[in-house]
């Protein structure tokens, strides 16, 4: 894809360096069960056991579309998760954010992405309301759009729309077309989430906002929260940096700390990222291995003894947290990834007391997907995985995290190669593979449920972090005229009959048992739990929401 062209800016694979770190192989064994052992790189996550009366189940492998159906229009496949309502507007694109506010109403706002010099479709129709849209979603029977917001990052956040719970701010860096500018915008959403206030719109690391000018021109694309509020964290895949920016004051933003990916020992590009519930380690990854279509060499397939340079960083970011002068940021920890590419993001959670991270790929072992699948074949012949997928480590060893487990479905296991290269043949960038996930509660994790762009979305069980479960999946039928912000059609990818772009974070509602997200032309899309699937009896209701 051409903005994969643009991002990787002349990146080269180097071998990450690894200190103290003992993660990353894909051969580590699974937790001991009564089930036989089967290694990480073997397992296949089950598939759900039972669907609710009336949901259509997948025909074909765990999360396929065949290619019969993309001709003959694909009608869409549910299990357990049961459509309640949606809002398809003009389309979505990367991200998105829910938020309950003090009056008791809960709003939902997600990312739009618009023509920019790296992306112009002339298919696209004409923009209506572009911006973010605020959509109240308290009856989630019936979701109503109240208006769009529009200011400089609003136009297109890309992947950093972001709400903060314990302040009650909703978040956005400018990521126009993958990395517009400086600006970040910040909106009070607190008292009334369906009237955000704008609080900023401000470029921050100029020498204008208070704080440090760096060396590398901070550029939005990525961001999230410290769960406190009071950091918000831009990955910028065009300045090859992590910024932490200051939010005491939210309308005077300030940035105040940077890291680049040399500092942190690679070449590669940032991307997605987490912070500890105490603000003093965040997870930052490496977005590498991307392969031909990044105009960069091709991933470590064959040579075992290669880790490349996809992965994640555990990094001290107490200096940040404590608000030092001069702070700096630490890198604890390197985890090379080699079973994946383009690292996408993580989420830092704990299992009954127990802290785990999972890392999400959006690029499989033969990198960013072209259209004639030579990347996913040449991953296939080398028995790496042919799509992106999750990672979960055990971080008891922050030093040294522990892989446990990888979300495969049955189209990532390379013996089904053959049954799934005829579906996307011809496409381009994502296909059958994960791009966000969240979890339902960060401090007590029972469920992840992720974004598998054709494969629709998926929910596992995690109680048992070690063998995830599939739970219940949700994949919508195509959209018939897919609006101007949708990312799949400004990409180029949409395809009459065929599946839709499911790409956005999501968040879990305990009391409701509902999980709300976006796919690119769908819209939002409000689920319900049906069957007894979610929640658990362990399950508890989370303090802040997703990631």
Request: charged letters at 15%.
């Amino acid at each position: 894809m051409q903005v994969w062209t643009r991002l990787v800016i002349a990146l080269s694979l180097g071998t990450l360096v690894l200190t103290g770190c003992g993660g990353g192989n894909d051969d580590t064994p699974a937790a001991t069960t009564t089930q036989p052992t089967v290694s990480v790189a073997d397992y296949v996550v089950p598939k759900v056991q039972s669907c609710a009366t009336g949901d259509t189940p997948e025909t074909a492998l765990q999360g396929q579309v065949p290619a019969a159906l993309r001709q003959s229009g694909f009608g869409g496949f549910n299990c357990n998760l049961k459509l309640v309502s949606q809002v398809q507007g003009e389309g979505a694109s990367w991200s998105s954010a829910t938020y309950t506010d003090k009056k008791g109403q809960t709003c939902f706002y997600h990312a739009t992405m618009g023509a920019s010099p790296a992306f112009t479709n002339p298919a696209a129709p004409v923009r209506v309301n572009p911006g973010v849209p605020v959509i109240n979603i308290t009856d989630p029977a019936r979701p109503i759009r109240i208006s769009s917001l529009t200011s400089t990052a609003m136009n297109d956040p890309w992947e950093s729309l972001r709400v903060n719970t314990s302040r009650g701010i909703l978040a956005a860096d400018n990521g126009l077309g993958g990395g517009g500018g400086p600006e970040i915008d910040l909106y009070d959403i607190a008292s009334d989430c369906t009237q955000p206030q704008l609080l900023a719109s401000v470029p921050v690391g100029t020498g204008t906002d208070g704080g440090i000018t760096p060396a590398n021109k901070p550029l939005g694309h990525e961001g999230g929260f410290s769960p406190d509020g009071f950091t918000y964290y831009i990955g910028g895949a065009y300045s090859k940096s992590y910024f932490a920016v200051d939010l005491t004051v939210p309308t005077q933003p300030k940035l105040i700390s940077a890291i680049t990916m040399a500092d942190l020992g690679v070449q590669s590009l940032p991307h997605g990222l987490s912070v500890s519930q105490d603000g003093t380690r965040a997870y930052f990854v490496s977005a590498g291995n991307i392969g031909a279509i990044g105009g960069t060499a091709a991933p470590p397939l064959n040579d075992p003894n290669a880790t490349g340079d996809n992965g994640f960083f555990v990094v001290d970011t107490s200096e940040v947290q404590s608000r030092r002068p001069n702070a700096q940021m630490h890198r604890i920890a390197t985890v090379p990834v080699r079973d994946g590419s383009v690292a996408q993001h993580t989420i830092s959670f704990s299992v009954r007391g127990k802290p785990y991270v999972i890392e999400v790929d959006e690029g499989g072992s033969g990198g960013i997907q072209d259209p004639a699948a030579a990347g996913v074949k040449t991953a296939c012949n080398a028995g790496m995985t042919p799509f992106p997928l999750g990672h979960i480590y055990d971080m008891s060893n922050e030093a040294a995290p522990q892989l446990v487990s990888e979300l495969r479905l049955e189209t990532h296991a390379t013996q089904n190669c053959d049954k799934v290269i005829p579906d996307i043949l011809g496409l381009s960038a994502f296909t059958y593979g994960s791009h966000y996930c969240s979890v339902d509660n960060r401090e007590n994790a029972t469920a992840l449920a992720c974004s598998y762009f054709n494969s629709g979305v998926r929910v596992f069980d995690i109680r048992d972090p070690s063998k995830p479960k599939e739970i219940a999946y949700y994949n919508p039928a195509s959209a018939k005229s897919p609006g101007a912000g949708s990312g799949h059609l400004m990409f180029g990818q949409y395809r009459p009959g065929g599946p839709d772009w499911c790409a956005s974070r999501l968040d879990f509602d305990f009391d409701r048992h509902l999980l709300t997200t976006a796919c690119q032309d769908n819209g939002l899309v409000v689920l319900s739990f049906e069957n007894g699937a979610w929640p658990f009896p362990e399950s508890s209701k989370a303090i802040e929401i997703g990631n």
